[in-house]
């Protein structure tokens, strides 16, 4: 049976700040809080919001330190997760992670197969997010995982995907600067990758899975095509793989969670067979820039520029999924219901 999928924009025009208060945890609710660019040189007070919802678990979509090095040694790296595991201990969160990364945390900006250091790079992530020794991720190149539960009946799979460990070179812009010209051209050469042959075969036995809810964690964006920056457009053909694997599947409605682009928006893409695609990017945590707007052919309302995150809500009694986005006060900017 067709899922019914309901968009609404809310757009918050008054001023007033509120200290967020202790959410009282609804228990027919599993909550899964998500965000993205976490500099560990500046002040984290979103996560007063963001622990005031008791979420059953959060997710850091890459951008979790920044430590881009170019030294054997990975020196700056290893002092960013020194000192964000000093944040994170002053902070005192009180909910269980999962992570994935992007370039700042996989070691340098932009960054793809190439990089030189990034099997000793991969060692500091699994080390500071204690990922358990007998943990798949320990024994295999690259950080892509399957995190799946059975909420009360609910079967909600999450395939957090590695963009960086095996993704080949981006095809540079004759234009930098210009309007969805700015860093990257989309890459002419078919035989390149985003996630390489082995992680390609993973992903599509995991998608091959029937579930209640999928939802694909990229750190870099799916569906947005607007820019000139790293996304899923500047490799096409590997865009319109996954688009196609989809299609392939059971899942009705996919939503993917994005994050590197220090702006959050929303964005939906009705594939060939009508299978119902969506994406959240939140972005970021604690590193907002103030930009213009962008061309979003595949979004819905503007971009958010300040500091975010979201979360997803599932309803263990009517098994809907309500997505939100919300500023650093806690206030919903952007919701999807699924």
């Known amino acids: 049976m067709k899922k019914l999928i309901f968009i ?13 208060t202790q959410n009282i945890k609804d228990p027919n609710i599993y909550s899964i809080g998500f965000g993205s660019c976490l500099t560990q040189e500046r002040s984290m007070p979103i996560f007063n919001s ?14 979790n330190v920044y430590g881009d090095s170019e030294r054997e040694d990975l020196l700056e790296l290893r002092e960013a997760y020194d000192k964000q595991r000093e944040n994170f201990d ?43 020794e007998d943990d798949i991720r320990r024994t295999r190149p690259g950080l892509y995982f399957e995190w799946i539960e059975n909420i009360d009946g609910i079967e ?66 799916f569906l947005a095509m607007g820019h000139g920056w790293e996304a899923w457009k500047t490799l096409p053909h590997e865009r319109q793989r996954l688009i196609d694997l989809i299609d392939q599947s059971s899942s009705d409605t996919v939503l993917f969670i994005s994050g590197d682009r220090h702006r959050a928006g929303l964005y939906q893409l009705s594939s060939d067979s009508g299978k119902n695609i969506f994406e959240m990017t939140s972005s970021s945590l604690n590193l907002s820039f ?25 309803n263990k009694l009517t098994n809907e999924i309500i997505v939100n986005l919300k500023d650093n006060q806690g206030k919903v900017v952007q919701s999807l219901s699924l």
């Open 50 to 63: 963001i622990k005031s919802e008791n979420y059953d678990l959060f997710l850091m979509l890459g951008d």
């Open 156 to 221: 909600v799979q999450m395939l957090f995907l590695d963009t960086r460990y095996f993704r080949d070179a981006l095809l540079p812009t004759d234009e930098r600067g210009a309007p969805g010209k700015e860093r990257y051209l989309p890459q002419t050469d078919t035989s390149t990758t985003m996630l390489g042959d082995v992680q390609w075969n993973w992903l599509e036995q995991k998608m091959a899975t029937e579930v209640d809810h999928r939802i694909i964690v990229s750190s870099i964006q």
């Open 90 to 132: 002053s902070l005192n969160l009180n909910f269980p992670f999962e992570a994935i990364w992007d370039d700042h945390d996989y070691g340098l900006n932009d960054a793809g197969k190439e990089y030189a250091y990034k099997e000793d790079a991969e060692q500091l992530f699994l080390d500071f997010w204690n990922i358990p």
């Open 290 to 314: 103030t930009n213009d707007e962008e061309a979003g052919p595949l979004r819905i309302g503007p971009t958010f520029v300040d500091e975010n995150y979201g979360e997803i809500l599932l």
């Open 8 to 20: 609404t924009l809310f757009l918050f025009l008054s001023c007033e700040e509120n200290q967020p």
